[in-house]
């Protein structure tokens, strides 16, 4: 496994997407409409910076009125969601998704409950 990308919650991620462009030169890698939601990924590299922009109520327009914008989830890429899952069921970490689900950009994603990860949402990516 290793990094793959910050979720980051935002009203405006076009406008976000300018600003990390400016401050970090950083370039959009993908852009869609998924779930309710308009995502952005910018390229740093080593991994992404998602945007979530809600496009309709839903989770991240949840996320930003209880608790504004900000880093919503990180995700780690693996070869294997399934596999990954397992693991993590055998060791009594609470899944936000017992099966994997499609994901933005083609991917199969899974997340793990925050309650049974030192308080972050962390999310399983497989390319």
């Known amino acids: 496994m290793h990094f ?9 991620a076009t406008e976000l997407a300018e600003l990390y462009g400016t401050l970090f030169g950083l370039e959009i890698a993908h852009e869609e409409e998924f779930d309710g939601m308009r995502v952005v990924f ?8 998602e945007l979530l922009e ?5 989770t991240i327009a949840r996320y930003l009125e209880e608790q504004g914008s900000g880093i ?10 399934e596999a990954a899952l397992e693991r ?3 060791h ?3 899944l936000v998704d017992e099966e994997p689900r499609p994901g933005a950009w083609g991917h199969s994603v899974a997340f793990l409950h925050p309650r049974d990860t030192g308080g972050i949402l962390l999310e399983f990516v497989e390319h």
């Open 92 to 94: 009594g970490v609470a």
């Open 88 to 90: 993590t069921r055998e």
């Open 54 to 58: 809600p496009l309709e109520e839903g």
């Open 4 to 12: 793959d990308h910050a979720g980051i919650a935002t009203d405006d």
């Open 42 to 49: 910018l390229d740093c590299g080593n991994g992404y910076f």
């Open 72 to 81: 919503h989830h990180l995700a780690l890429a693996t070869d294997d969601v």
